[in-house]
């Protein structure tokens, strides 16, 4: 309400004197001195790096005389970005009492109204659409229905299945976002920063990623690989590609194919995903996969993803020794991942940054691991 109150104009994209200005897209940063954010910086970076900004946060100590009280949940947060004021303010109006997660006024219908007018352009296809829409409105059961439906109304779901995720997402109201949400968040708030506009998902499995992917107007060719057909015919039902508008439709295709033998027509994509997909490999054939990935194909930019095995003691279901899952080959330990995309990238001129996704544990990390490798040639 603050923002709306002293930045009416430019939240309305208005400009009295300079429209044109409030027009075009700027190199803006943002800086909030102290910001409460429950949820830690993890989440902080998935609700604002998929929407295109780097974020800079520091974390403040409860006291920074008396160390062992622990840390606030105050931080000071640096937003960069090029882009038009309006869409920075729009932002920032729904997402800072997201982060802080507690609205100190009633909450009631005119909420929704104002949810879907700020969010209009970005937040139906944000990664954590429910989670925000959640927060915003309080955790209004009622009201979360009416938002999603009307965020989903213009989308190809099934309006019976669409009722059975949002009863499932109102199951508990301390429910916290899936790991596999988080993965496939971190993994296109990665995409979406390297500025790709051809992009592979190796090993789509049933469409998840490539659903989020088609839903994102900026990513203008979309391509799935699978080696199974019948996993690739459930994604193409998940996608519903039969029924996409036709300028939707040209944006996306699957392919049956194998990571272990070299494919021609995987070339020259600005990046790929591979999610989940390394593990389910035998150690002898991962030479293969290499060639084929960082040799062959070459995109620009690579992000994967894989169990972090140390964090399996954290499962208390999972006998001691076994992996997560019974398809899985091997499950790699922080180090022994760093070591091997550290190997890869030195022989084939890559630059290669690790990421956690997932709450962190100090002694175990995170329960997945991920490696953002960028082309230096």
């Given at each position: 309400?603050?923002?709306?109150?002293?930045f009416g104009?430019?939240l309305g994209?208005?400009?009295?004197?300079?429209?044109?200005?409030?027009e075009?897209?700027?190199?803006?940063?943002i800086r909030?001195a102290?910001?409460?954010?429950?949820?830690?910086?993890?989440?902080?970076?998935r609700?604002?790096?998929p929407?295109g900004?780097s974020?800079?946060?520091?974390?403040?100590?409860?006291?920074?005389?008396?160390?062992g009280?622990g840390?606030?949940?105050y931080?000071?947060?640096?937003l960069?970005?090029?882009?038009?004021l309006?869409?920075?303010l729009?932002?920032l109006y729904?997402?800072?009492?997201?982060?802080?997660d507690?609205?100190?006024?009633?909450?009631?219908?005119?909420?929704?109204?104002?949810?879907?007018?700020?969010?209009?352009?970005?937040?139906?296809?944000?990664?954590?659409?429910e989670?925000i829409?959640r927060?915003?409105?309080?955790?209004?059961?009622?009201l979360?229905r009416?938002?999603?439906?009307?965020l989903?109304?213009d989308?190809?779901a099934?309006?019976?299945?669409?009722?059975?995720?949002?009863a499932?997402?109102?199951?508990s109201?301390?429910?916290?976002?899936?790991?596999?949400?988080?993965r496939?968040?971190s993994?296109l708030?990665?995409?979406?920063?390297?500025g790709?506009?051809?992009?592979?998902?190796l090993?789509?499995?049933?469409g998840?990623?490539?659903?989020?992917?088609?839903?994102?107007?900026?990513?203008?060719?979309?391509?799935g690989?699978d080696?199974s057909?019948r996993?690739?015919e459930?994604?193409?039902?998940?996608l519903?590609l039969?029924?996409?508008?036709?300028?939707k439709?040209?944006?996306?295709?699957?392919?049956?194919?194998?990571?272990?033998?070299?494919?021609a027509?995987l070339?020259?994509?600005?990046?790929?995903?591979?999610?989940?997909?390394?593990?389910?490999?035998?150690p002898?054939?991962?030479?293969?996969?290499?060639r084929v990935?960082?040799?062959?194909?070459?995109?620009a930019?690579?992000?994967?993803t894989t169990p972090?095995r140390?964090?399996?003691?954290?499962?208390?279901?999972l006998?001691a020794?076994t992996?997560?899952h019974?398809?899985?080959r091997?499950e790699?330990?922080?180090?022994?991942?760093?070591?091997?995309?550290?190997r890869?990238?030195?022989?084939?001129?890559?630059a290669?940054?690790?990421?956690?996704v997932?709450?962190?544990?100090?002694?175990?990390?995170?329960?997945?691991?991920?490696?953002?490798?960028?082309?230096?040639?």
């Open positions: 309400m603050a923002l709306a109150r002293a104009t430019a994209g208005r400009s009295k004197d300079r429209q044109t200005l409030a075009i897209e700027l190199p803006l940063e909030i102290v910001l409460p954010c429950r949820g830690g910086e993890l989440f902080l970076r609700l604002f790096e929407l900004y974020v800079d946060a520091l974390h403040h100590s409860l006291d920074e005389k008396f160390p009280w840390e606030s949940r931080w000071s947060v640096k960069s970005a090029k882009k038009r309006q869409e920075v729009q932002h729904v997402l800072l009492p997201v982060l802080d507690e609205k100190h006024y009633w909450v009631g219908k005119d909420e929704v109204e104002k949810l879907l007018r700020r969010g209009e352009g970005w937040l139906s296809t944000h990664p954590e659409r989670e829409t927060r915003y409105l309080k955790h209004q059961h009622r979360m009416e938002a999603l439906a009307r989903t109304e989308e190809d099934d309006p019976d299945e669409a009722a059975e995720v949002h499932a997402e109102e199951g109201l301390e429910e916290r976002i899936s790991l596999n949400q988080q496939l968040g993994v708030a990665v995409l979406r920063q390297s790709a506009k051809r992009v592979l998902d090993g789509c499995g049933e998840r990623l490539l659903a989020a992917l088609l839903a994102d107007s900026s990513f203008a060719e979309i391509v690989v080696v057909p996993v690739l459930k994604a193409a039902d998940r519903r039969e029924g996409l508008a036709p300028r439709r040209e944006r996306i295709k699957l392919l049956q194919g194998s990571l272990m033998y070299r494919d027509r070339a020259g994509y600005d990046a790929a995903a591979v999610v989940e997909v390394v593990e389910h490999l035998d002898p054939r991962l030479a293969a996969f290499e990935l960082f040799e062959h194909a070459r995109p930019t690579i992000a994967m972090n140390e964090y399996n003691a954290k499962f208390e279901t006998a020794g992996f997560r019974r398809d899985h091997f790699w330990t922080r180090a022994e991942f760093q070591s091997w995309a550290q890869v990238a030195s022989q084939n001129r890559y290669v940054s690790f990421l956690p997932g709450p962190e544990d100090a002694a175990l990390g995170s329960p997945t691991q991920m490696a953002v490798f960028r082309r230096t040639d």
